[in-house]
């Protein structure tokens, strides 16, 4: 695949993750309208968002077949085209049973989208020989940041202008997604056009070249999940049930609950623009281990705050002190999946990696597989944070916050497993 190609492929993957966290900061600061319109409490809404978790997941496996069978480009439109359906359904609702039947296709969608686009991503990622995955996901925090940017303009319109926001999916749609085809052109089986031997290969359902492939270590991914489980559980709770924490525990102005996501997001993305370099001089390991014990830190500020501002001020620490937990976790599954974490071979292979066989093209489909598999961690993750913490929360969401705020320490100890094939530059 050419540069121009290259290039047009990751800018539509860019708008990928754009939408997908512009329609999910859309929905969530908007969720103390939605709890005033539909009469909701925190345990209703708490099992609302236990069952769209459940149908993400549901979504994510779904992903995992249908990407195998069709490729993930078709499936990750499949999933926006759900979304450009789920959003007008919960935003205009009628009636309470459209509103949850919203909820229940959005749950799908997101679960098709988070894998797919993460798969795109980490084709991607092979492709360049770099890492791409944390600016990925930082247009995941763009989309984010422009969606509470919409809340807080718009917060004393009527809700039902929320339906705009399935624009942004819709234009999406239509982008040139990179297909899953060979870079170079075979001169013989197992031999491309470079000369580099890359082993026996064997046709897919959908035409796409497989490798055969040893056994897929699931010990060093879990590992890693255990850490995604972590992130998704502290991001889920900041985003979830930070607007709604603002509204009730400190009455703020309806508009302004937005700023519970609006600092955490900025602060993100300022880190995930500086994740190469942070990477490259500390490591991975110290890093991480150092945005747990800030996040612990933040997440205290938060429950203890005496004012609105002072747990926005926990906010934006927290936003910068996780940022980078998710697309490192992503990025090493790939590595681990594809076989080269820790090889001369492996591009991103920090520089003590011994010397391997010569390099090797990943199965993609073995990869995209374990990608859409990985993403599951994100779901369980979620639940903790949207679900365990509404309930844990119910009389009291201070003492939502406090959960995470002991959880994400966990990360200390599991930091060293993201460490495999460490990355070199951004």
Known sequence: MGTSSLTGARIAVAAAFFAQGFVFISLTTRLPRFLERWGLDEVTLSLLLLMMVLLAGVGSLVAEHAARRFGSAATLRLGLALMVVAVPALTLAPVIGFFVGGVAVYGIALGLVDATSNMQAVDLEHRYGRPI??????????????????VLTTGHLSPTIGAFVALVPLVVLFAPFVPHVATTPLLAPGVPAGGITVGPTTASPSGVAAQSSAPIPWRPIWLVGAGLVVFYMVDTTAATWGPVYLARSFDAPGNLVALATFPYLV??????????????RFGVATVLRVGAVVASGALAVVTLAPTWQVAVAGFTVLGAAVALVAPLS?????RIAAGTAGTASDPLAGAAAAPAAPAAEPDRARTDAVIARFNQFNYVGALLGAVLTGLVGADNLRLGFALPAVLVLALVPLAPAFARGALRRR
Not at 330 to 334: L, M, N, P, V
Request: net charge positive.
């Open 330 to 334: 992503f990025s090493a599954a790939g």
């Open 133 to 150: 995955l944390p600016s990925s996901h930082g247009y995941w925090t763009t989309g984010g940041i422009t969606a509470t940017v919409l």
């Open 267 to 280: 602060t993100s993305i300022v880190v995930r623009l500086a994740g190469g370099h942070l990477i490259t």
